[in-house]
């Protein structure tokens, strides 16, 4: 059972560009989500595999969701009282983010030509 947390990277008229070119978005969704989770696994701590074992990837009609399966890993993210923070999950969607909208710019621009 996973977490609940959400960290959302948004582009502008997302939704408009989707209906318009579907397969094209989808790709990109699919491409940065899969980015997301390869970097989350390589920055995950690894004591026995578990944690980077149990990182997922979803991608659904606008959304592309990476998951992460092992109930502790929200605490390895945030840190507890008694234990230090060890983000992998945020930096590796903050690292994304830029290519995500590069991307999503160069459909737009192919597009309009």
Do not use: H
Not at 5 to 30: H, M, S, Y
Not at 77 to 99: D, Q, S
């Amino acid at each position: 059972m996973g977490s609940k947390t959400k960290i959302r990277v948004e582009f502008n008229n997302f939704d408009a560009w989707a209906a318009r070119l579907p397969g094209q978005c989808q790709e990109i969704l699919k491409d940065v989500t899969e980015q997301v989770a390869a970097d989350a696994k390589t920055d995950a701590p690894v004591k026995t595999g578990k944690l980077r074992d149990s990182i997922i990837t979803e991608v659904q009609a606008k959304q592309g969701l990476v998951k992460v399966m092992k109930f502790y890993g929200l605490f390895i993210e945030y840190g507890t009282k008694k234990m230090a923070a060890k983000p992998f999950l945020r930096p590796a969607a903050e690292k994304a983010a830029p290519e995500f909208t590069r991307l999503m710019k160069e459909m737009i621009s192919e597009f309009r030509k």
